[in-house]
């Protein structure tokens, strides 16, 4: 059997130790090991954004990170950006405006945006565009998603 | 009881967020992945990795034997055959004697973990012999040697052909003043729905199995697996957790979903199966690659006098909806126009590929693209604007097709105006400078089939049950399919305003086939119209309880009592009146929680011939779209700039719903214009992840007009129609337009990539043509 040395990471701002093999991918730890079912998987691939966390603050595709490369650094998932009760003023934008439709994309959306808020609280458009290229949606065709972006980023809460 | 008028609607027409949002912004929304079921299987499916081949014996020892393997499947464990289509059962859920496309699935395994799975599959042997492949439907319209099914036409590969003549088009053709020929040719495009496909299913000691699945259509799956299964109905409950997209792609019941029941009955162990991204591409089902052609005639004056098609439609694999496919490319290219006379010959021919299905605006899609160019070309050769030709032949309200198809609303010339007008079309179509250009595309589509697909039992097409107990919470049960278009919000939406309660009491449950009346599922645009009028009719029966309730607590006739914002007042003296749960407590004295079950079904439509109903529905959306756009002459890379969308739903009820399904059908016909293609080498697929098949970049998204325009309905639920598939259709051929009032190259094949722009251009500049009209 492959050795599951621990593995020691802050997850969603408290310490995490986890058995992980070598080849563990992040988002099979967080889904299956962890549970945090938020975290969505879409094509393994790297190629929808759908399993998009934070890693040290900066928007990660998870499927293609090997937990062991966390270790000792920060992660932060849907969960983690979701306060205990009620909605970030992103999420409330995303709701309000009708930026779900399936919503399997939306964790990653949200995840992706809230780290565009944090570093460019008012972005432009194309700074909006250019952030959320790397996340697919079939349903909105962005529209509201840009706009609910916009509503967060306009003063939101 | 009369209809009230528009300002008396509370919630009806307002931007009404999506109940289950919070839930969708938070991970917190439960879709099949995200269900552990204790000591759950990893379930494996083996894929042929030939055309066609006769699988002639399998060695599973090997598999079977390796610790950590439960259960390994081959398909004549299994060989009941079924389909979406109750006359065209042609799958069965593991290949049994062949395997009819790369992508087949040969065998199932469960295993404790994926890697076991992996190893066993890998342990697994087949003799198989191959067998000729079919990869161009041109070469199975005659006998061949070795039929992909044997219920194809005269030992050919065709699955369905349709003939239909109406009128005498031969005659219209030979007085016509003019007449025009399209040739298209189509590429195939999938779904590409954010969740894979994904089941889960247990088999429990009591006798009964549950499956999770991603599914648009519980009901028919759950048929399909009492079917292939051998277990009766009530024995099996099917629950749709939270969908991630479906398109039409979730709507056939999928062999996975048969195989992972399967292997659960095997193991009676939970099984979870699921489908990875480049398998979801094989499992396809997605529009036909079509090649078609279009004749159409007028008289000088651009009145229509008849069509006269083609169209040679690549089924792939499977029968899956072909049928209807193949009726839908003939019927659906009618409306929103008056055609006198109408010829169609349709043939979708079995293809050893990926099988195609139903895709968003199924069977009328390409169709129209086809249809739309011709009228465009056939507007410049009458000299006629191209909306005042469309205007001239449009359908008028309350009046029948050549094919008898009953039309009752449409708003298609308010749709003209509305786009001709605020697209400033008038001071742009062929005045704007070379490479930018306008486009008109207009469209129409079913408001749901007016035939179930299951003709037994006679039963409502849609059931709705209510509960409201003392805590003033309302449950509201359906088998109607939420993928994301926002149905569960607008059946809460419905009932609230019914009973003039804040829509956060009523809570949609989650579709689980034990406790949810039966509702069709989520295909041909039906769930408005059909669970809009059921939800109204069950929560009518339960505010004519309320209402009774307040009439006896206030002593005033049941008849001047009225609805007002949670509270019943009297008509009469509006202080008068009680609250919705005092009223509701009332009404419970005498009977406990308030129940009741509404219902909908469609009365018989369309003539008598074979094939009449194929297309009839209890109303149709209308739709004109102008697009504007850019195009770099240099490199022939286009920009869409402006969509502007004049559609006709009838009343919208949800207008932030109805918004999104317009955007996000703009998007997903933008796809298949600029891009979108399965592509094939021969028979093997070519593209099969997200990242080789690209569906357009939130860049390339253009601005969105929406313009909503649609009078009330007379049958719809408060007025309404569909908003979900009819919005796609008109997105393709207005770009189309576009790009030739651009640079006046004619595009009539799909998708038109960049390197086609540029070669039309070329062209053009070396036959020297103005660029500008014929």
């Known amino acids: 059997m492959p050795s599951l040395a621990p593995l020691r990471f802050r997850l969603n701002g408290h310490p995490a130790e986890v058995p992980a093999e070598a080849a563990r991918i992040l988002l099979d730890l967080l889904r299956e090991d962890l549970h945090l079912t938020g975290t969505k998987r879409g094509c393994d691939l790297g190629t929808c954004g759908c399993c998009t966390v934070l890693v040290d603050g900066r928007p990660t595709l998870s499927c293609l990170t090997l937990a062991r490369l966390v270790e000792g650094r920060s992660v932060t998932t849907i969960e983690g950006i979701s306060p205990p009760q009620g909605l970030s003023p992103l999420q409330r934008a995303f709701v309000e405006t009708g930026a779900t439709q399936c919503g399997f994309c939306t964790p990653g959306f949200v995840v992706t945006a809230t780290a565009l808020l944090r570093d460019h609280p008012h972005p432009t458009r194309e700074e909006i565009l250019r952030a959320i290229s790397g996340n697919l949606c079939r349903c909105t065709g962005y529209t509201k998603i840009v706009e609910a972006i916009e509503t967060a980023a306009g003063g939101g809460a | ?774």
């Not at chain 2, 086809?370 to 309350?398: C, K």
């Open chain 2, 1 to 774: 009881m009369a209809e009230p008028t528009t300002s008396e609607y509370r919630l009806i027409g307002q931007r009404v967020p999506y109940v289950e949002g919070p839930l969708k912004v938070t991970g917190r929304a439960e879709y099949t992945d995200d269900i552990q079921r204790p000591g759950t299987l990893v379930g494996r499916l083996l894929r042929s990795p030939w055309p066609h081949a006769r699988l002639r014996a399998v060695d599973v020892s090997a598999a079977r034997a390796l610790p950590g393997v439960f259960a390994v499947l081959t398909g004549e464990r299994y060989p009941t055959t079924f389909g979406v289509l109750p006359i065209t059962h042609d799958e069965t859920a593991i290949a049994v004697d062949k395997a009819r496309y790369i992508g087949d699935i040969i065998a199932a395994v469960a295993a404790t973990d994926e890697r076991t799975a992996e190893r066993a599959l890998a342990l697994i042997r087949f003799d198989a012999e191959p067998l000729p492949e079919y990869a161009d439907p041109r070469g199975g319209t005659d006998r061949v040697p070795e039929p992909i099914h044997s219920r194809g036409l005269n030992g050919s590969n065709i699955q369905k052909e349709v003939v239909q003549h109406f009128g005498d088009v031969d005659a219209a053709f030979a007085r016509a003043a003019h007449s025009v020929r399209v040739r298209g040719n189509f590429a195939g495009v999938t779904h590409a729905f954010t969740e894979p496909l994904v089941t889960i299913a247990e088999s429990t000691p009591d006798g009964r199995l549950t499956v999770w699945s991603a599914t648009q259509v519980p009901h028919y799956l759950h048929r399909s697996l009492s079917e292939v299964l051998g277990i009766p109905m009530h024995r099996i409950r099917v629950i749709k957790p939270e969908v991630g997209g479906g398109f039409g792609g979730k709507s056939d019941p999928l062999p996975h979903e048969i195989a992972c029941a399967a292997l659960a009955l095997e193991t009676g162990r939970p099984v979870k199966l699921l489908v990875d991204r480049e398998d979801v591409f094989y499992t396809n089902h997605g529009r036909h690659p079509t090649q078609n052609e279009v004749r159409i005639a007028t008289d000088a004056d651009g009145q229509i006098l008849a069509y006269d098609i083609e169209a040679l439609i690549d089924g792939g694999a499977w029968s899956s909806f072909g049928t209807v496919t193949t009726y839908y490319n003939g019927v659906l290219s009618m409306g929103p126009y008056r055609v006198p006379n109408f010829r169609y010959r349709g043939r979708r021919v079995y293809t050893t590929k990926p099988p195609s299905g139903a895709m968003r605006a199924h069977g009328g899609t390409n169709i129209r693209y086809s249809i739309e160019v011709a009228l465009d070309q056939l507007a410049e050769r009458a000299h006629l604007d191209p909306f005042d030709l469309r205007e001239r032949n449009a359908l008028p309200p309350n009046s029948t097709t050549v094919n008898q198809f009953r039309i009752t609303s449409t708003s298609f010339r308010k749709c003209l105006a509305a786009a001709r007008a605020k697209s400033g079309w008038d001071r742009k179509f062929r005045q704007l400078p070379y490479g930018r250009g306008v486009g008109l595309g207009c469209g129409f589509y079913i408001s749901g089939s007016n035939s179930p697909i299951h003709f037994t039992p006679v039963m409502p097409q849609s059931t709705v049950h209510l509960k409201v107990d003392m805590d003033g919470g309302i449950a509201a049960h359906s088998m109607q399919a939420d993928i994301g278009q926002g149905s569960n919000t607008l059946l809460a939406l419905i009932v609230a305003e019914v009973l003039g309660v804040d829509i956060e009491r009523v809570h949609v449950q989650r579709v689980d086939s034990d406790v949810s009346p039966v509702d069709l599922g989520s295909y041909s645009s039906r769930v408005t119209f059909m669970m809009g009028n059921a939800a109204r009719s069950a929560a009518e029966k339960i505010r004519a309880e309320l209402l009774t309730a307040a009439a006896e607590l206030t002593g005033r006739p049941v008849d001047e009592m009225q609805v007002g914002h949670e509270r019943y007042f009297s008509r009469v003296d509006p202080e008068v009146g009680v609250t919705f749960l005092e009223a509701l407590h009332r009404a419970m004295a005498r009977s406990g929680a308030l129940v009741a079950s509404g219902s909908f079904n469609t009365s018989p439509l369309g003539g008598t011939f074979k094939g009449a109903r194929a297309g009839t529905a209890p109303a149709y959306s209308f739709a004109a779209y102008v697009a504007e756009l850019e195009v770099d002459v240099e490199t022939g890379v286009y920009q869409v700039e402006t969509v502007w969308a004049a559609f006709d739903c009838g009343r919208a009820l949800n207008r932030l719903a109805v918004e999104g399904q317009i955007e996000g059908s703009v998007h997903m016909g933008l796809g298949q214009v600029m891009g979108e293609a399965m592509n094939y080498r021969g028979t093997r697929l070519m593209n099969p992840s997200l990242l080789e098949y690209k569906i357009p970049m939130p860049q390339q998204m253009p601005k969105v007009e929406i313009l909503l325009v649609g009078d009330d309905d007379p049958e719809g639920p408060f007025g309404a129609k569909e908003a979900g598939e009819g919005p796609l259709i008109a997105t393709l051929p207005a770009v189309g337009n576009a790009l030739y009032d651009a640079v006046g190259v004619r595009f009539t094949d799909l998708p038109i990539t960049p390197d086609k722009v540029l070669k039309g251009i070329d062209q053009r500049r070396q036959e020297g043509r103005p660029w500008k009209g014929a």
